[in-house]
């Protein structure tokens, strides 16, 4: 018999869909859209392994389904090809980063394309092509040239601020601005010079230039955002990172935080990464206060949600990055302090939020005087608060807050109750009260003596843009007297500059310092940071709706016709970076006309991990040899990781072996039964482990379509599994037996005109509606199980009737393209099957019109007869006792009764 030929097959069909742009998106704005698109990769230098392509496999699916039902499908791919990894080699190597990024981009397509997707890669795009970081440079010039009007509650141009300015000053603006903000008059802008008014706007426009606190990486010699450090030392590489002020771009994504908040209710996300979204944000309702310092005119300001606890505080901690640390400190505790401070500020934030039980800080020698009691009380610093979240102080009451409370226990201060069965105690005027009255009647005794106000205040800070680094968008700015202004349009792209190295100066600068005459044609110097590897990855989802306009970021006539994504898929991860920028990024061009929608991904789903099998073999100690697992417990043994891809079904290729391990080429190996068995272990995929499976080594061996059928089989999207090549002989198997559907016994291809059975018809039509179900609800696992039932059941009735086989391929077709081409080919048919149609449903093919019941007597199963679903009762007892097998069991007992349950069962009691 004729097999399968899964290399010629799919090599075939990838160059057909290629050729033929079968999978062009096209811009027909008649037709119904449906954008499914997949989180934009970074191509790194190790390729794809097997883990990778799994939530890739989901999308494609989905695309050819809904290609199949007539819907206009947008389904790109691109690279988010701006990063550390290459900039790190480059430092390394000399070698440009662009080359590496070349060269990893190549890979990555030529595994995407081996493993047969649906995408329209005329519209790739790439964060690092000029082409594409021009729109970056010029959406980062509308943010510069924004502000956040809080009357509208929208973003609008700063010209509509200088008029404000020039009418009556910002007395009347309500603007999200920085808080050292000075009000000024309309006669005062007027008669404020050039630089002055540029200064001004700087603290209200949304990208800003200003002193932060940021994670500096010496050995990188670049900033690193909060997600790129791990317990004070960098992801990468695993270098300290300390905490330190420099002037850096800064999004004034902190506007938004409502907005973004809100947003979430609409959207279609799994539930987690919209909490954490939540969290993140951090709306809190409180009250802001100011704590006047002893013996000084400075204030701390505080921001509590709990004013109601006022009378509790007993002392208050100050970050050790806040400014008022080195004001306030008394020369009795200035070197401590100082030591504190050193070591504080080189730990992560998330380090200090997360270790709740580790208690350090140090007095400052410095006291504030309570605004209610008006008695002294300790300024501590301790690293358990944050500059970055609040004012950078708490007021401490340690008899209602855990880590106030073990900062009180262990530095010996003193703890005063408050809340008792939620009324205060123990708080003069508000004593007796429940908690949200004496909120309320706190919040007025500040108004009332002007310390102090009602607000909403948000976890979320403004978010660090710029970074340095060589491997970046350069930021479209120039420099005169220290101040920042834009280039014109007509002079983007700013592209990168050729350096000698790509590492920072000597003194420090970013490594565009490097660049000769990094300057305008006017002899001003332009920004050295670049923007951070989220900046591109933020819009991306709206350039590939138009990739080739060279006009405009994205045509607006097309932005309004794909709208947005209606199917997202990616990791977890990028809950709080990636997802909060691009709806950050998002709202802001809506607010600006630019596009139609102010969400980005409308649904989203996380897809799980495959997770690598690793497999053990086991050396007896001091000789070079190996025992099979089911033996090892007989000799001390030292289990070693061995490469899984020279082990099949947990069986050792002792040659393969031989040759990985040159050093054990005359080893000696204790068997089972003939065979080396090694051990087996769920780890993360990793190199270290040999346990990394590359598609292209499955694809070899089984072909792409085994593979995407496989890796969708393994279980539900959304869960974590492992790896386990021990399971996909099956997968392959079932190809192999769809194909032989359509061949008779000598492998001709053998079809039959004709009606179809009636079986055949429902075991088609149940498949088409599992089909459709769990493709519109994302359960791939439970379809590829159906086709099994399916093509098992087909086989058995040894069905050839071309309208089933027809139908059969076109529902198996979006999740195993290349075998179902080439089968629709061979039916006589044109053209692609993703442009056949999906077949309709047809309830009344899996209609019941008989049921097969179990006959018992007594309760004991005789036989199983069938029955018309119409059947009278008297006809089904007549047949039942005439049956030779029940009469046997029956003999010449009397009957007592006999039970019939309709669809259920027959018993007869004797």
Same mark, same amino acid.
């Given at each position: 018999?004729?097999?399968? $030929?899964?290399?010629?097959?799919?090599?075939?069909?990838?160059?057909?869909?290629?050729?033929?742009?079968?999978?062009?998106?096209?811009?027909?704005?008649?037709?119904?859209?449906?954008?499914?698109?997949?989180?934009?990769?970074?191509?790194?230098?190790?390729?794809?392994?097997?883990?990778?392509?799994?939530?890739?496999?989901?999308?494609?699916?989905?695309?050819?389904?809904?290609?199949?039902?007539?819907?206009?499908?947008?389904?790109? =791919?691109?690279?988010?090809?701006?990063?550390?990894?290459? %900039?790190?080699?480059?430092? $390394?190597?000399?070698?440009?980063?662009?080359?590496?990024?070349?060269?990893?981009?190549?890979?990555?397509?030529?595994?995407?394309?081996?493993?047969?997707?649906?995408?329209?890669?005329?519209? %790739?795009?790439?964060?690092?092509?000029?082409?594409?970081?021009?729109?970056?440079?010029?959406?980062?010039?509308?943010?510069?040239?924004?502000?956040?009007?809080?009357?509208?509650?929208?973003?609008?141009?700063?010209?509509?601020?200088?008029?404000?300015?020039?009418?009556?000053?910002?007395?009347?603006?309500?603007?999200?601005?920085?808080?050292?903000?000075?009000?000024?008059?309309?006669?005062?802008?007027?008669?404020?010079?050039?630089?002055?008014? $540029?200064?001004?706007?700087?603290?209200?426009?949304?990208?800003?230039?200003?002193?932060?606190?940021?994670?500096?990486?010496?050995?990188?010699?670049?900033?690193?955002?909060?997600?790129?450090?791990?317990?004070?030392?960098?992801?990468?590489?695993?270098?300290?990172?300390?905490?330190?002020?420099?002037?850096?771009?800064?999004?004034?994504?902190?506007?938004?935080?409502?907005?973004?908040?809100?947003?979430?209710?609409?959207?279609?996300?799994?539930?987690?990464?919209?909490?954490?979204? &939540?969290?993140?944000?951090? !709306?809190?309702?409180?009250?802001?206060?100011?704590?006047?310092?002893?013996?000084?005119?400075? *204030?701390?300001?505080?921001?509590?949600?709990?004013?109601?606890?006022?009378?509790?505080?007993?002392? =208050?901690?100050?970050?050790?990055?806040?400014?008022?640390?080195? !004001?306030?400190?008394?020369?009795?505790?200035?070197?401590? /302090?100082?030591?504190?401070?050193?070591?504080?500020?080189?730990?992560?934030?998330?380090?200090?939020?997360?270790?709740?039980? &580790?208690?350090?800080?140090?007095?400052?020698?410095?006291?504030?005087?309570?605004?209610?009691?008006?008695?002294?009380?300790?300024?501590?610093?301790?690293?358990?608060? #944050?500059?970055?979240?609040?004012?950078?102080?708490?007021?401490?009451?340690?008899?209602?807050?855990?880590?106030?409370?073990?900062?009180?226990?262990?530095?010996?201060?003193?703890?005063?109750?408050?809340?008792?069965?939620?009324?205060?105690?123990?708080?003069?005027?508000?004593?007796?009260?429940?908690?949200?009255?004496?909120?309320?009647?706190?919040?007025?005794?500040?108004?009332?003596?002007?310390?102090?106000?009602?607000?909403?205040?948000?976890?979320?800070?403004?978010?660090?843009?710029?970074?340095?680094?060589?491997?970046?968008?350069?930021?479209?700015?120039?420099?005169?007297?220290?101040?920042?202004?834009?280039?014109?349009?007509?002079?983007?792209?700013?592209?990168?500059?050729?350096?000698?190295?790509?590492?920072?100066? %000597?003194?420090?600068?970013?490594?565009?310092?490097?660049?000769?005459?990094?300057?305008?044609?006017?002899?001003?110097?332009?920004?050295?940071?670049?923007?951070?590897?989220?900046?591109?990855?933020?819009?991306?989802?709206?350039?590939?709706?138009?990739?080739?306009?060279?006009?405009?970021? /994205?045509?607006?006539?097309?932005?309004?016709?794909?709208?947005?994504?209606?199917?997202?898929?990616?990791?977890?991860?990028?809950?709080?970076?990636?997802?909060?920028?691009?709806?950050?990024?998002?709202?802001?061009?809506?607010?600006?006309?630019?596009?139609?929608?102010?969400?980005?991904?409308? *649904?989203?789903?996380?897809?799980?991990?495959?997770?690598?099998?690793?497999?053990?073999?086991?050396?007896?100690?001091?000789?070079?040899?190996?025992?099979?697992?089911?033996?090892?417990?007989?000799?001390?043994?030292?289990?070693?990781?061995?490469? /899984?891809?020279?082990?099949?079904?947990?069986?050792?290729?002792?040659?393969?072996?031989?040759?990985?391990?040159?050093?054990?080429?005359?080893?000696?190996?204790?068997?089972?039964?003939?065979?080396?068995?090694?051990?087996?272990?769920?780890? !993360? =995929?990793?190199?270290?482990?040999?346990?990394?499976?590359?598609?292209?080594?499955?694809?070899?061996?089984?072909?792409?379509?085994?593979?995407?059928?496989?890796?969708?089989?393994?279980?539900? #999207?959304?869960?974590?599994?492992?790896?386990?090549?021990?399971?996909?002989?099956?997968?392959?198997?079932?190809?192999?037996?769809?194909?032989?559907?359509?061949?008779?016994?000598?492998?001709?291809?053998?079809?039959?005109?004709?009606?179809?059975?009636?079986?055949?018809?429902?075991?088609?039509?149940?498949?088409?509606?599992?089909?459709?179900?769990?493709?519109?609800?994302?359960?791939?696992?439970?379809?590829?199980?159906?086709?099994?039932?399916?093509?098992?059941?087909?086989?058995?009735?040894?069905?050839?009737?071309?309208?089933?086989?027809?139908?059969?391929?076109?529902?198996?077709?979006?999740?195993?393209?290349?075998?179902?081409?080439?089968?629709?080919?061979?039916?006589?048919?044109?053209?692609?099957?993703?442009?056949?149609?999906?077949?309709?449903?047809?309830?009344?093919?899996?209609?019941?019109?008989?049921?097969?019941?179990?006959?018992? /007597?007594?309760?004991?199963?005789?036989?199983? =007869?069938?029955?018309? #679903?119409?059947?009278?009762?008297?006809?089904?007892?007549?047949?039942?006792?005439?049956?030779?097998?029940?009469?046997?069991?029956?003999?010449?007992?009397?009957?007592?009764?006999?039970?019939?349950?309709?669809?259920?069962?027959?018993?007869?009691?004797?």
């Amino acid at each position: 018999m004729s097999e399968y $030929q899964f290399r010629e097959t799919e090599k075939k069909w990838q160059a057909y869909w290629e050729k033929n742009q079968v999978f062009k998106a096209e811009d027909n704005f008649n037709k119904p859209k449906y954008y499914t698109l997949d989180m934009f990769p970074y191509p790194s230098g190790a390729g794809l392994h097997v883990g990778h392509p799994l939530g890739y496999i989901a999308s494609d699916i989905v695309a050819r389904y809904k290609k199949q039902q007539g819907f206009n499908v947008l389904h790109p =791919m691109g690279f988010d090809s701006f990063g550390l990894p290459a %900039e790190q080699y480059a430092i $390394q190597t000399g070698q440009h980063p662009a080359i590496t990024t070349e060269q990893n981009i190549n890979r990555y397509i030529e595994q995407l394309k081996n493993i047969g997707f649906a995408y329209d890669w005329d519209r %790739e795009v790439r964060t690092s092509d000029p082409s594409f970081y021009k729109w970056t440079q010029w959406i980062f010039m509308l943010l510069f040239n924004s502000w956040y009007d809080k009357v509208d509650d929208k973003a609008r141009h700063i010209l509509v601020l200088e008029e404000h300015f020039e009418k009556t000053g910002n007395q009347l603006v309500k603007a999200a601005c920085d808080e050292e903000v000075e009000p000024f008059t309309a006669e005062d802008w007027f008669n404020y010079s050039e630089e002055e008014k $540029q200064k001004t706007l700087l603290k209200y426009r949304i990208a800003y230039l200003s002193e932060a606190v940021v994670n500096w990486c010496p050995a990188l010699g670049t900033v690193l955002s909060n997600d790129e450090v791990k317990d004070g030392y960098s992801e990468r590489g695993g270098h300290p990172v300390e905490r330190k002020k420099m002037m850096q771009w800064s999004m004034r994504i902190s506007a938004f935080a409502d907005r973004l908040l809100r947003g979430l209710e609409e959207l279609d996300w799994p539930e987690p990464v919209k909490e954490m979204q &939540r969290n993140w944000i951090g !709306k809190s309702v409180g009250a802001q206060l100011g704590f006047q310092l002893s013996k000084s005119e400075e *204030k701390i300001e505080v921001f509590t949600t709990r004013i109601d606890t006022i009378y509790g505080v007993t002392f =208050m901690v100050l970050a050790p990055e806040h400014e008022l640390v080195e !004001k306030i400190t008394t020369s009795a505790q200035k070197e401590s /302090v100082k030591d504190y401070v050193n070591i504080a500020k080189n730990r992560s934030e998330r380090e200090r939020m997360t270790e709740v039980k &580790r208690v350090s800080g140090v007095f400052t020698g410095a006291y504030a005087i309570h605004p209610f009691t008006e008695e002294k009380i300790p300024v501590w610093i301790g690293d358990y608060v #944050l500059a970055g979240y609040g004012t950078g102080a708490v007021m401490a009451v340690p008899s209602d807050d855990d880590r106030d409370k073990a900062f009180a226990e262990h530095f010996e201060l003193p703890i005063v109750e408050v809340v008792e069965n939620d009324k205060i105690i123990n708080s003069d005027f508000l004593s007796g009260l429940n908690i949200k009255d004496a909120q309320m009647k706190a919040i007025d005794f500040l108004k009332d003596k002007g310390i102090g106000y009602a607000k909403i205040n948000y976890r979320m800070r403004d978010a660090i843009f710029s970074r340095q680094r060589y491997w970046g968008e350069p930021v479209p700015v120039y420099f005169k007297n220290d101040i920042p202004y834009l280039l014109e349009e007509d002079q983007l792209p700013l592209k990168l500059p050729e350096v000698d190295k790509y590492l920072p100066t %000597e003194d420090g600068e970013p490594p565009l310092a490097r660049a000769k005459n990094w300057k305008t044609e006017e002899g001003y110097n332009l920004e050295k940071s670049t923007m951070p590897g989220w900046a591109g990855s933020s819009w991306y989802m709206f350039r590939y709706m138009d990739a080739q306009n060279k006009d405009a970021f /994205v045509d607006e006539e097309k932005q309004k016709y794909w709208e947005n994504v209606d199917l997202y898929i990616g990791g977890s991860e990028h809950a709080t970076g990636h997802l909060l920028y691009s709806r950050f990024w998002t709202k802001f061009l809506y607010d600006l006309g630019y596009i139609s929608v102010d969400e980005p991904f409308q *649904k989203m789903i996380n897809q799980g991990m495959i997770q690598g099998r690793s497999n053990f073999v086991y050396r007896i100690e001091g000789q070079n040899k190996f025992v099979s697992h089911g033996l090892k417990d007989e000799y001390k043994t030292q289990s070693l990781h061995v490469d /899984v891809n020279i082990v099949h079904n947990d069986t050792l290729d002792l040659e393969a072996f031989k040759r990985w391990r040159p050093e054990h080429a005359d080893a000696e190996f204790i068997l089972e039964d003939g065979k080396y068995i090694c051990g087996a272990e769920v780890e !993360k =995929m990793s190199k270290s482990k040999y346990n990394v499976v590359n598609p292209d080594d499955v694809i070899e061996k089984y072909g792409a379509d085994t593979l995407r059928l496989y890796e969708m089989f393994l279980g539900p #999207l959304e869960q974590f599994k492992p790896w386990n090549t021990n399971g996909i002989d099956g997968t392959a198997k079932f190809l192999k037996k769809l194909w032989r559907l359509f061949h008779d016994a000598d492998g001709n291809f053998k079809v039959a005109e004709g009606e179809p059975e009636k079986q055949a018809l429902k075991a088609l039509h149940q498949a088409i509606q599992k089909a459709e179900y769990d493709i519109e609800y994302f359960s791939f696992n439970t379809s590829v199980s159906t086709f099994m039932i399916c093509v098992n059941t087909l086989t058995e009735l040894k069905c050839n009737n071309k309208t089933v086989l027809s139908d059969t391929v076109r529902i198996i077709a979006p999740y195993a393209p290349h075998i179902c081409e080439e089968l629709w080919s061979l039916l006589g048919n044109e053209g692609s099957i993703s442009e056949a149609g999906w077949p309709t449903f047809n309830p009344d093919f899996i209609k019941e019109d008989a049921h097969t019941y179990p006959v018992s /007597v007594n309760g004991k199963h005789r036989d199983n =007869m069938t029955f018309a #679903l119409d059947a009278a009762k008297e006809d089904i007892e007549k047949a039942v006792l005439e049956n030779p097998k029940v009469q046997k069991w029956i003999e010449d007992k009397p009957i007592k009764k006999m039970i019939i349950v309709p669809k259920k069962i027959v018993n007869i009691v004797v």
